[in-house]
């Protein structure tokens, strides 16, 4: 008999759904949610990314990051401003707020990782990095389901 509980993708799935509460529970006076964070976090790293990049780093459909930069817009934590050199495209800069949140959100992210990943040593956190790295494959592409 298959063993759900056991199954590598369950227990990913429910890990996954555990650490979101965590981290929305951690933003929630921010009026953030955590795939919000996520695009902040990307442009602390680089500001000034286009959709199309900001939709490739999070490996997030273009759709979806298009939502998101529009809530974080009208909270006033980034804005679209035209690309000097595709009249089609707009990088997204943060604002002078969204600058300011890194430090406080932040924060929360690492009261998350200590919450999410108590019991665990800081050798096996970063073992499970490493796995989960592996696990993700960057850049790579899908292939469609065989089953």
Known sequence: M???TKSIGFLLSKAYQRAWAIMREEIETYDL???QFGLLAFLW???GLTQVELSEKGQIDRTTVGGLIDRLEKIDLVERRQHPHDRRAYKIHLTERGKSMEGPLTECANRTLVKFTKGLTDQEVNELR???EI???EGSVYELPSC
């Open 130 to 132: 490493r796995m989960l």
């Open 135 to 137: 696990l993700r494959e």
């Open 45 to 47: 790293q680089q500001d």
């Open 33 to 35: 949610t955590p795939p």
């Open 2 to 4: 298959y063993d759900i």
